[in-house]
């Protein structure tokens, strides 16, 4: 594909768009696969009742993932997005059998290294190639409906294998819904999906924004837009790696079915994800700064209640809120990325946040189950909320009101700040 032939834009490029919509549905549905059923999958099949071991499975997810969206980003442009989403859903194929037969919890573990390794590949991969193909003003509605597909996913096959598992058991049959997502999300990636570089070179060619001079310090710690969105996105999935582990759990304990408890479980992601299709489109007109700072707050006054609460209706109220907190900021960090950073950059900074949100799902599970094992689940809820409220504080007071690419467009400022006793 030439420069000359392709065009920018959501409308010029729908059918390619659609194609990776349906594409990221399977991508979520791999996470759906494991949401619901793996924390009693581990008491159950192998005897295993701490919860710092039943999360050491999201540990080895979230390492896993982290690494592999910072390398997706940085080998986007070498390698060409497409063999990178294929290779990743290569890896996903062995995971439903590992789980199957499965002889020990090690297997499990192994099982989810594979799972973060292919989610970084493929998750990433489909957001840089949506990017790729849109225009900036549609950046966030492109972000909404790529992660409502996704999360919207995770809830249906949540739901899924609760109700799955609740009438046949725990295994082998919930993971049966993982064979054929795999095989799908191969199918339809290798047949129909084309690979979007053509795009970043069209773009490129005329666009005069300034580079960062180190995109992963930048990124991480220096640019106040940039280090404002990776710190909320590392305590988004600090808190999700918790909700994921300790929310199965903790209905248990209630004595909720399976049935209900996929239901708990799967309104939080579905909220979620629906929500994304009018959160990606909110974020390309209102204020990024201000939903950052109001969805990172919902966050974690739903987490903060979730102790206090008993009835299934609370529950799943507070699901549904967590939910669209949730849905508040995950286009928006994606979109406000692509809005600061020059297109050569974009996949590299793209990875480099997604190293930091994911590496919440570790953190999340090794400090959630050491404080669960140690003080209580209560007090793990208090203190995951607690720090997910001191997030939005880091977005309210640090991330300036404005979001414009580093340095402003002026080339000048740029030389200043390279040179500056120039």
Do not use: C
Request: hydrophobic share 50%.
């Amino acid at each position: 594909m030439n420069n000359a032939s392709v065009q920018l834009g959501l409308k010029e490029n729908w059918k390619q768009f659609t194609i990776l919509v349906i594409v990221n549905a399977f991508v979520g549905g791999m996470i759906g696969m494991e949401r619901t059923i793996i924390p009693q999958f581990a008491e159950i099949e192998f005897g295993i009742a701490s919860k710092t071991a039943i999360l050491s499975f999201i540990t080895a997810f979230g390492i896993t993932k982290a690494i592999a969206n910072y390398y997706t980003g940085r080998l986007a442009n070498r390698f060409g997005r497409k063999k990178l989403l294929l290779f990743g859903w290569v890896l996903a194929m062995p995971i439903p059998f590992i789980l199957i037969y499965a002889g020990s919890w090690n297997w499990v573990i192994f099982a989810n290294v594979l799972l973060g390794l292919s989610q970084g590949l493929t998750w990433s991969s489909t957001v840089v190639m949506k990017i790729d193909l849109v225009r900036e003003k549609n950046r966030g509605l492109a972000m909404g409906l790529n992660e409502f597909a996704g999360y919207f996913a995770v809830g249906v096959v949540a739901f899924l294998t609760g109700y799955v598992a609740n009438q046949y058991g725990i295994t082998p049959y919930p993971f049966y819904l993982g064979i054929f997502i795999s095989l799908a999300g191969f199918i339809l990636t290798a047949l129909w999906v084309k690979d979007t570089r053509a795009f970043v070179h069209k773009e490129t060619a005329t666009d005069t924004s300034p580079q960062l001079e180190n995109v992963f310090i930048e990124t991480s710690f220096k640019n106040k837009t940039l280090s404002s969105v990776a710190q909320a996105g590392l305590i988004n999935n600090l808190n999700d790696g918790m909700i994921w582990g300790l929310l199965p759990i903790i209905l248990v304990s209630l004595n909720y079915n399976n049935e209900n408890i996929g239901i708990i479980t799967a309104i939080y992601p579905t909220v979620w994800g629906i929500g994304q299709l009018f959160t990606g489109k909110m974020s390309d007109h209102y204020s990024k700064k201000a939903m950052l700072f109001w969805g990172m707050l919902l966050q974690g006054l739903a987490i903060l209640l979730i102790p206090v609460s008993h009835e299934f209706y609370m529950l799943a109220s507070l699901s549904a809120v967590l939910g669209l907190g949730t849905a508040l900021v995950y286009p928006t960090f994606l979109s406000t990325i692509a809005q600061v950073t020059s297109p050569k950059q974009r996949a590299e900074s793209i990875g480099t946040f997604r190293l930091w949100r994911d590496l919440g799902y570790a953190f999340g599970a090794v400090i959630s189950g050491i404080t669960a094992d140690v003080f209580g689940i209560e007090y793990a809820l208090l203190l995951i909320g607690g720090l997910t409220i001191l997030s939005s504080l880091v977005i309210q007071f640090r991330m300036p009101r404005k979001i414009s690419p580093p340095f402003g467009n002026d080339k000048r400022s740029v030389r200043k700040q390279n040179y500056p006793n120039r």
